[in-house]
């Protein structure tokens, strides 16, 4: 069972506290959502769950069957959905999910077109992504996450130029996965959040 154990969290800017005295232990087959105000420390927070931004107080374990990941190898076990995270555009779909896979093991019975009919874009199998939609992009990394072998899903504003089916489409998905995983959603919106067990206000640790 994968874990992250967060113990006195905190994060400053020069001499301002974005939050602090932040404790948690996310564990595997719960879902939680980091609530707050536009500006009040969520991507902070969930960027350094994930590893990639460092506390400037505190301390975070990862750990899998109780034994500890190395901070620097965490990143094998994760997946992040983010507006500022980018795709390949020069690649086609099948170029783009080819590489992909070479790096991620794909959901068991999955290969590339199952993935590719999952996301509703398998018409698009030789398109190159900078010719997608914002829509299109959005459900391609949204996929590329969702049907990976991870313990771990970040979600920072999931639906992000999703129309109301593409919404549909996230909400239906991510259900499918909650009990394999430790999924983390960043937003302010609840139809992003909504099947979450724990609700976290960022609010509470400024």
């Not at 404790?23 to 902070?44: D, H, I, M, R, W």
């Amino acid at each position: 069972m994968m874990q992250i154990r967060a113990s006195q969290l905190g994060k400053k800017y020069q001499r301002e506290w974005i939050f602090k005295n932040f404790s948690l232990t996310l564990t595997e087959g719960n879902s939680y959502a980091l609530l707050g105000p536009n500006g009040s420390g969520k991507t902070t927070l969930m960027l350094i769950l994930s590893g990639l931004l460092s506390p400037s107080k505190g301390k975070i374990e990862y750990l899998n069957k109780k034994k500890t990941i190395e901070e620097e190898a965490f990143y094998q076990y994760l997946s992040i959905v983010a507006p500022y995270q980018e795709v390949i555009e020069e690649f086609t779909l099948q170029e783009l999910l080819d590489f992909h896979f070479s790096l991620k093991r794909p959901q068991e019975n999955m290969g590339t077109t199952d993935v590719m009919k999952a996301m509703y874009l398998e018409q698009a199998r030789h398109k190159y992504v900078r010719q997608f939609s914002s829509g299109m992009k959005q459900r391609l990394k949204l996929g590329l996450a969702f049907y990976a072998q991870d313990n771990i899903l970040f979600l920072d504003e999931p639906c992000s130029n999703l129309d109301a089916k593409g919404i549909k489409w996230y909400q239906q998905e991510v259900r499918k996965i909650l009990s394999q995983r430790i999924v983390i959603v960043c937003s302010n919106q609840p139809y992003e959040y909504e099947f979450t067990q724990e609700k976290i206000d960022i609010e509470q640790y400024k």
